[in-house]
């Protein structure tokens, strides 16, 4: 006989409250539409050398596949164990259990808003997108894409808040290589369902912009999963990153040049504190005795550089601009990276969708510093 801990009930008279409803059922009609699963029971799940069993209603409600493969009659007894239907999948464990993860009730309540779970890996994010995309369960590619899009964002303030190292916080610089390819996994189906899954074409620009920080043998070498599986980028995708690597370098001295560009008539400019013209001094006496021939200034790895990197300039000489000319100068760089950011699908020739152009919304750098 099963005999419930009540170890912790600080009341346990209140179980007497607790009853089954048996006079009232049929009076009772609206079915709550989150919560209504249908009794199917248990299916077993056998992927590699792992089995894994769990509730067949939710797999049914989130993948069409599933839905239409547990209505298929079972051919054998030896297709049942315990009572419950056996499905072999040719997918590794580890996909699975991501996969499972993300789709069945969490074991163990989390009620605390100060204790949040970990966030996903590129791992667990990669298997859920890939193994929704096969079984055709649109709320899983959706969910993935989405976070993935939070790292390889479509707008220009976001990206520049998150690059500041050579990928996104979380992900190493040659999982880029598989965001590429799980974007291209859409590329031949109608816009409707691409759509659905959050475009995820719109992931292409920034993640093939990651991958020029990679050197040519981890280009070439590609991405191993956890499972095993070797994920590269296409020859044209190849070609691409390579094209726009070799053209990064002039594009990014432009940049540079912008930042510090002196006005084009040479006189002092209205928003000016200074006497005479000493701030545009002070700006070319920096870029020409400490920039323009340092190639690590002229031309850093990052396109989307803060122009706090060059205040340091400013302080070796002893010399500063007011406060107005350096915010001048700043923007004049901000102007020209958000140019060179709407340029990125034309560099490497991938077609995002509508919108992916969200506007330049203020200054990213100003916003992180308050």
Not at 319 to 343: F, G, I, S, V
Request: charged fraction near 25%.
């Amino acid at each position: 006989m099963f005999i419930p801990d009540l170890t912790y009930v600080q009341e346990a008279e209140f179980l007497n409250e607790v009853e089954y409803d048996t006079e009232y059922i049929a009076d009772v009609e609206v079915q709550d539409e989150e919560f209504w699963m249908q009794d199917s029971g248990l299916v077993i799940i056998i992927a590699d050398d792992t089995k894994f069993r769990v509730l067949r209603s939710v797999l049914e409600r989130h993948s069409i596949i599933f839905g239409h493969l547990f209505t298929l009659p079972q051919p054998t007894e030896d297709s049942f164990e315990d009572g419950c239907p056996v499905v072999r999948l040719h997918e590794s464990a580890v996909n699975v259990r991501h996969m499972l993860k993300a789709l069945m009730p969490n074991l163990e309540a989390n009620m605390y808003v100060h204790r949040p779970p970990l966030p996903p890996t590129y791992e667990m994010v990669s298997a859920c997108i890939r193994l929704g995309y096969k079984y055709e369960s649109a709320k899983l590619c959706q969910q993935g894409v989405a976070f993935l899009k939070s790292k390889f964002p479509t707008n220009f303030d976001n990206w520049c808040d998150i690059s500041d190292n050579v990928a996104p916080p979380g992900f190493h610089p040659t999982e880029a290589i598989g965001v590429v390819k799980l974007a291209r996994l859409f590329d031949e189906d109608p816009a409707s369902l691409r759509e659905d899954c959050g475009q995820p074409s719109s992931l292409l620009p920034t993640a093939l912009l990651v991958c020029t920080r990679l050197d040519e043998e981890e280009l070439r070498s590609g991405l191993k999963h956890d499972d095993g599986t070797l994920v590269t980028l296409s020859e044209y995708d190849l070609e691409r990153v390579q094209r726009v690597k070799n053209l990064l370098p002039g594009e990014i001295a432009c940049l540079v040049v912008s930042a510090f560009r002196p006005p084009v008539d040479g006189k002092k400019p209205a928003h000016c504190w200074s006497a005479d013209n000493h701030c545009e001094c002070v700006a070319q006496e920096a870029f020409w005795a400490h920039v323009g021939y340092d190639r690590d200034r002229l031309v850093p790895w990052n396109p989307f550089f803060s122009w706090d990197e060059f205040h340091d300039t400013f302080a070796k000489m002893g010399k500063y601009m007011c406060t107005n000319c350096d915010e001048h100068h700043e923007n004049q760089l901000l102007d020209a990276q958000y140019k060179l950011w709407k340029r990125l699908p034309e560099l490497f020739d991938v077609d995002v969708p509508e919108g992916w152009l969200n506007g330049r919304h203020g200054n990213p750098w100003k916003t992180r510093r308050n």
